[in-house]
């Protein structure tokens, strides 16, 4: 994929985490999944990358699996923490 063109995210289930590959650099937003709650860990996006919207998107992508599956999510990655403050329409996701 061009670096003009918007990133395919994709559900690595397997390896638990959302990614996609720009300028053949990967990036990630993985998860583990235990008892319906979908605890967020890690959000990673190489430095070269930063500042362009992906690490959101991979969240996002997260955050719409989550809300379609039922499953409550647990912001353990920092970033998810912020992304959900941010976004108060994900707030109904908390897990308590």
């Known amino acids: 994929m061009s670096d003009t063109t918007e990133p395919t995210i994709v559900h690595n289930v397997a390896a638990s985490r959302f990614e996609t590959k720009v ?17 967020m860990l890690h959000t990673g996006v190489p430095p070269a990358l930063e500042g362009r919207g992906i690490a959101a998107k991979l969240v996002a992508a997260a955050l719409a699996h989550a809300r379609a599956q039922g499953l409550k999510v647990r912001p353990s990655c920092s970033y998810v923490a912020v992304y959900m403050r941010r976004h108060p329409e994900t707030a109904d996701l908390l897990a308590p």
């Open 23 to 39: 300028s053949n650099l990967l990036c990630v937003a993985s998860y583990h999944l235990h008892n319906g709650v979908m605890d």
